[in-house]
């Protein structure tokens, strides 16, 4: 049962250490990626999709400890900041292969592996706000400009940076630091 508890304080570290990197300036406005994946995108490849999920919802809730939601209706709340975040997590969905890769020495596979489950981490979590960008913010498009387009352009500009940074580290992240991707079988279930 202990083990469950040290899982448990990595995954409210995790989701803290996001926050905190999303408090970090941005300085290229919708262009800036999004730091706190990073560290939540690495866990989910460490620990899986379950714990994963999880650090991203409780990342999406500290949005609201620290008064950093912007709030139109409900339902954009909850596209933006349960769901988007949330769905950080799916990178854990690579996390079986990874460790058997690593397991078997194969580093470039698990490279790939981990750059898979990022790229569908980020893509589903930018799809969310794409969705929410011309459901709720279209009307801030501007004049001319179509909302769908306008919310692709913000979202994905966006989505790019954070998979393009967090695919970066990962490169260099899993050949140098193999053995913290390599959990045993029972601390990985």
């Known amino acids: 049962m202990s083990k469950k508890y040290g899982v448990l304080t990595e995954v409210a570290i995790t989701a803290a250490l996001s926050m905190t990197l999303s408090l970090v300036p941005d300085f290229f ?12 995108i690495i866990f989910a490849l460490r620990r899986g999709m379950k714990y994963g999920l999880l650090a991203g919802l409780i990342w999406g809730l500290l949005h609201f400890l620290m008064a950093k939601v912007y709030y139109l209706t409900f339902s954009q709340v909850f596209i933006e900041y349960i769901l988007a ?6 990178a854990g969905l690579s996390h079986r292969s990874i460790q058997k890769a690593l397991r078997q020495n194969q580093r ?35 004049k001319g400009i ?12 966006a989505g790019l940076a954070t998979f393009l940074l967090v ?16 959990l045993d079988k029972k601390a990985a279930s």
Do not use: C, D, E, K
């Not at 406005?29 to 939540?40: C, E, N, Q, R």
């Not at 695919?167 to 390599?182: N, R």
């Open 29 to 40: 406005s919708w262009f800036t990626p999004s730091l706190g994946a990073l560290p939540l």
């Open 167 to 182: 695919a970066i580290v990962l490169v260099f992240l899993i050949p140098s630091q193999a053995h913290f991707f390599l």
């Open 85 to 90: 975040f949330s769905s950080m997590g799916l």
């Open 108 to 142: 470039f596979t698990a490279v790939i592996w981990a750059i898979g489950g990022a790229f569908t981490a980020t893509a589903v979590r930018y799809f969310f706000h794409y969705l929410a960008g011309f459901i709720f913010w279209g009307s801030y498009a501007p």
């Open 146 to 157: 179509s909302p769908y387009w306008y919310s692709f352009t913000v979202n994905a500009s």
